[in-house]
């Protein structure tokens, strides 16, 4: 079998694919036991993996449903998405536990053999003509039932915050209600047999401030998934080129670190993965010269470009409308300097576009925004202090890239 294909990139990395997040799980599984979850991780950080990880190998006795809620843009579509996932992924706990208890969904149920999900949702819309208007009903009946039953249950929602917005976009007058609903079956003392454990690429945080509603997920203990270390890169290069008879110069893993900075799991994958094709293609020793020549043509060319264009493409998605321009200005500046840049000059740039406006905020208005402007690119991993007032771009390669294009 070709080796090539044992390379994990772009997808999620589970059983021996799944590399040095050990310590985080047990820090997440530690945490599930008193509390519900955030966690934070911009895009291909390998924030599913670990999501993934936590259902693949289940502790507590917890049975564990995982559920991307990416594309639903309204309530009753999550209660439905979210019964689905729990019928395929925990068949026999449906079949012997909540159809028995629940007699809508024990009617349902009751007509499939096996689990097929596509005809199971169907039949779950077909069961009630008005859904958009009885999601609540429904879903407290969900949880009430998962709570009779006792068993411990990890629920698992990837990209909470897409969501959110999408029920923006489509039921604006139905968000408040469901994110209520939302609080109050975590905060309930009687449900404590089910932990919720919610992520986004997009800073939740962010996205419910901007729409007053901040106070609807601050009891969610906020986790974020922190890069590889340095010495986590050097494992990782060393042992995907070793294992595979790779001859390369030891130089060459100093040269991967300084190439990335701070790695995104996905890019230190592709790299690594292109290193092993161009060795396959001339069976020469591995130097930092091929590591240059790789990283240029490959993860600042084409082939990487629409994995690293979701970080612009969010700020017009995501950002106040009043901001967009700024965040713009402030990372192309960034990305166009050797060296990091202070608060002082940031906040000259953010006053240059704001004086560009037809009506400019001043004063302490002025400063305020720009720190909570500030604060917002740090929270979505666009940038980090880089020194005391001094600022820079979080990932060398995400700087490189935008610099490439944007800069």
Known sequence: MDEFKDFIAGSPAREGDFFFREAFIDDLWESLRKEHVLIRAPRRMGKTSVMLRLQDEPRD????????????NTPAGFCQDLITAIHEQQPEYVRQALAGAWSFLGNIVSRFKEVEAYRFKIALREADADWEENWKTKAEELVQTIHRTEQPLLI????????????????????????HWFRGVRQNPRRDNV???VGGSVNLTSTLDAQGMLNL?????????????????KTFVETMLGMRQVAFDPAVVETVKALLGKPIPFFLQLLTQELYRDWRKHHETLSPEHVHTVFKTVLLGETARDKLQHYRSRINTHYPDDEKNA???????????????TREALLTAYTDVEAAKPRPRAGQELKQ??????LLLQNDFYVEEAGERQYDFASRILKL???????
């Open 195 to 197: 932990r919720w454990l």
């Open 156 to 179: 698992i929602l990837d990209e909470l915050p897409d969501m959110i917005l999408n029920m923006q976009k489509k039921c604006p007058e139905k968000l408040h209600t469901f994110l």
């Open 401 to 407: 890239w935008w610099r490439k294009y944007y800069g």
């Open 217 to 233: 997920i601050n009891d969610l203990r906020d986790e974020p998934l922190p890069p590889f270390s340095p010495d986590e890169v």
């Open 61 to 72: 006795g917890r049975l564990v449903v995982f559920l991307n809620v990416e594309e639903i």
């Open 369 to 374: 925004a720009f720190r909570n402007l500030l």
């Open 327 to 341: 965040a713009f200005d402030i990372l192309d500046r960034l990305s166009r300097s050797e060296e990091p840049l």
